[in-house]
């Protein structure tokens, strides 16, 4: 089977600007959760996803949104980008987030805000 | 809420010698918990688990991990290390009713050094 997928695998976007990342799961995983990764705050939970709705959200402003399609595929959308919006950002899908506990992480999406 | 403490950031060894990573965790419920690797410039891949049952888990690369309820830990030990097991290690908890979401520790950066 497929591993997580996400691109683009690395942005570099200015100030102002908004973002979109993808994130496809593995074949058959229903939930999709999003993390983001800095060397100072290390990994943080950004929200989850399951059957289009979201489930469990981080304490992250509102400018950080995503979506899941019915594919279970998932965006997550960035508005207004921060200097501080720079990490790396991962997606981990499971097969059921109610029956199956363990996430499977993608290779993240290296996002760069200059 | 819930809360995880990997007590050391760097941890040196060198080759062949045995090694244990710990991590301490906070729940008033009880939780699963999960050690996942990070090679540079990778995602996270899953070591092992723990969601009920031995207190002792086995995972890949000969990697074992020991749940202890009583002193809320979850350490991580192999018995002999390589150069290839140089990387990031990271505990992680969630919970029945947020299986979406984990929380992290620190990270431990395991140096082995030939």
């Known amino acids: 089977k497929a591993g997580v997928t996400q691109t683009p695998r690395y942005l570099i976007k200015t100030r102002g600007q908004q973002v979109t990342l993808s994130c496809s799961p593995i074949?058959?995983?229903?939930?999709v959760s999003w993390y983001q990764q800095t060397p100072g705050q290390g990994l943080q939970f950004l929200f989850e996803?399951?059957?289009?709705?979201?489930?469990n959200k981080g304490n992250f402003p509102g400018r950080f949104s995503g979506r899941q399609f019915s594919n279970s595929r998932s965006e997550m959308n960035v508005s207004t980008l921060e200097l501080g919006d720079s990490a790396l950002y991962l997606c981990?899908?499971?097969?059921?987030?109610?029956?199956?506990?363990?996430?499977?992480f993608g290779p993240g999406t290296r996002l760069t805000v200059t | 809420a819930q809360s995880v403490t990997q007590l050391d950031s760097q941890v040196p060894v060198f080759e062949e010698a045995p090694v244990e990573l710990r991590c301490n965790y906070s729940s008033s419920v009880s939780v699963y918990l999960f050690w996942y690797v990070q090679y540079p410039n990778q995602g996270l891949q899953l070591l092992l688990k723990?969601?009920?049952?031995?207190?002792l888990v086995k995972g890949i690369n000969g990697f074992e991990a020991e749940f202890n309820k009583s002193q809320t830990s979850f350490h991580l030990r192999k018995p002999s290390v390589h150069i290839s097991d140089t990387a990031e290690y990271f505990c992680?908890?969630?919970?029945?009713?947020?299986?979406?979401?984990?929380?992290f520790g620190q990270g431990t950066t395991l140096q082995v050094k030939p």
């Open positions: 074949s058959g995983h229903r939930s």
């Open positions: 981990a899908s499971s097969l059921d987030g109610t029956k199956a506990y363990e996430q499977y």
């Open positions: 723990y969601l009920s049952g031995s207190t």
């Open positions: 992680a908890v969630s919970t029945s009713s947020n299986t979406g979401k984990l929380i």
């Open positions: 996803y399951f059957s289009e709705t979201q489930r």
